[in-house]
Structures are given as structure tokens and as C-alpha cells.
């Protein structure tokens, strides 16, 4: 079974950076579909990222375009998130998630998926 940790979270000032990673283990993360997920505290959890393991293609969340990236180090089966630019509004558990035979990275219908990193965007 794959198992996924993320790592990297943290506080960081408005307009700041930070890059987050999803470590797999167990099975080789370049075979399934990646995404990147986020729960704001009283808020439903939302896609922020997606790449597909059969293209590679990527979707961004409106909210995320031109801020933030997904990347793959297929060495150390790892995928990563790197957030520019934060705002205040970005503040939440950042989640990976990974999908098995989809491409589109549904919240409701991936098959694995971390325990989240917290980001804090905060003065």
C-alpha cells in the first residue's frame, strides 16, 4: 500500500515562500496521479494542484495560478509544492493525495492521502 508523509510546513510572513514534500513509500509515486490539497479551519477541504501520471499534465487552482508549482524527484520519490507569494489567505493543512487510475485529482475520489503539513501565513 502507498503511504504518503508531507513535511516542510510552517509560519512564514505574507509574500514569503515555502516549499512543502510528499514522500512516498511502498510503491513508486511516478505511477499514480499527484495532487495537492488544502483545509482551511472551518472550510471544506479544496484542490490546489494536480499533475497527471500519464502526461504529466497540471491543473492550478484560480486561487494558486502563477504562485505556486508541483514538481517530482523521481530519486527520492518525492513530489514537491513550492508556494511564492503567500497571502494570509493561503494559511491551512496542506495535504497530498494520490490517485491510482484518474487524472483529474477529485477531492472526493482519491485513493491514498497523507496526514498534512500546516502552513501559517502570518505577520
Known amino acids: 500500500q502507498l503511504q504518503l508523509m508531507e513535511s516542510g510546513g510552517g509560519l512564514v510572513q505574507p509574500g514569503g515562500s515555502l516549499r512543502i514534500a510528499c514522500v512516498g513509500s511502498?510503491?513508486?509515486?511516478?505511477?499514480?496521479?499527484v495532487g495537492w490539497f488544502r483545509q482551511a479551519p472551518g472550510k471544506e477541504r479544496e484542490g490546489v494542484l494536480c499533475m497527471a501520471n500519464n502526461n504529466g499534465r497540471i491543473k492550478y487552482a484560480e486561487a494558486v495560478k502563477d504562485r505556486f508549482t508541483i514538481s517530482r524527484d523521481l530519486a527520492k520519490n518525492t513530489v514537491y509544492l513550492q508556494m511564492n507569494n503567500l497571502k494570509p489567505e493561503d494559511t491551512a493543512t496542506y495535504y497530498c493525495?494520490?490517485?491510482?487510475?484518474?487524472?483529474?485529482?477529485?477531492?472526493?475520489?482519491?485513493?491514498?492521502w497523507g496526514k498534512g503539513t500546516p502552513v501559517i501565513v502570518s505577520p
Open positions: 511502498g510503491y513508486t509515486l511516478d505511477d499514480y496521479t
Open positions: 493525495a494520490a490517485d491510482f487510475l484518474g487524472a483529474n485529482c477529485p477531492v472526493n475520489g482519491m485513493d491514498y
